[in-house]
């Protein structure tokens, strides 16, 4: 069975200083991960996704994940938070099934 | 650019209406969902589609159904609206998982309140 957890639900941050949004997973099989951003009232938009190559993933707007298998997590940083950056962040576990179950998102604020 | 397209950003249907929610995709995807995002639970997995109408149900199916009659066009179907089903819909289109994990593109999302 596969799952995930976002460990925050809310993180707060000063613009300019670095990001972490944590996320565990659980999977059976070897995992595809990825991180989902949503702007207010916006679609969800792909940040990066991990597929067994390089266990540190670039993604875009300065966002980079680490894959960890002996930890189970694949948290999201990024070096200096924009106001820009603010929204709902969702993790994401996949197992070569169609099925992407969805962590309950961490909803990230920027203050100036 | 690439896209998916949701008919209507914002809806307001009554109790017991039918309401066709529209799901349009320009990618050649084979793989088309049907999600729906509440504050707290996430995203959802109504039903799902992997091919021209060919469809399963996902983890709430109940009160909802799908038709997919081309591949481009996928919609889901409130057969009779309740109040309960005032939520976010989203919809999302994908390549087969043999093609590789590329994740989801998603739509923009219909906001739909049932009064």
């Known amino acids: 069975a596969q799952s995930v957890t976002q460990l925050d639900s809310h993180v707060s941050v000063s613009e300019g200083t670095p990001v972490l949004l944590r996320c565990n997973y659980s999977s059976s099989y070897s995992p595809s991960l990825f991180w989902y951003v949503q702007h207010p009232n916006k679609g969800l938009q792909l940040l990066l996704k991990y597929t067994s190559a390089a266990t540190l993933v670039k993604g875009i707007n300065g966002f980079e994940a680490e894959f960890k298998k002996s930890e189970t997590s694949f948290h999201l940083t990024k070096p200096s938070a924009h106001m820009s950056d603010a929204a709902e962040y969702f993790c994401v576990v996949t197992s070569g099934t169609y099925k992407y179950i969805f962590g309950t998102g961490t909803r990230l604020k920027v203050l100036a | 650019d690439v896209k998916v397209t949701q008919s209507s950003r914002y809806l307001v249907k009554r109790t017991g209406e039918k309401v066709f929610l529209e799901c349009v995709q320009d990618?050649?995807?084979?793989?088309m969902f049907w999600y729906r995002q509440d504050p707290g639970l996430g995203l959802r997995l109504i039903y799902f589609?992997?091919?021209?109408?060919?469809?399963e149900k996902g983890d709430i199916p109940e009160g909802y159904s799908v038709s997919r009659e081309k591949k481009e066009r996928f919609s889901l179907i409130l057969e009779s609206a309740s109040t309960n089903q005032t939520s976010m819909y989203l919809c999302?289109?994908?390549?087969?998982?043999?093609?590789?994990?590329?994740?989801?593109?998603f739509g923009s999302g219909t906001r739909l309140t049932v009064v």
């Open positions: 990618m050649d995807h084979e793989n």
């Open positions: 589609s992997y091919d021209v109408k060919m469809k």
């Open positions: 999302a289109s994908s390549f087969p998982i043999w093609a590789g994990s590329y994740g989801y593109t």
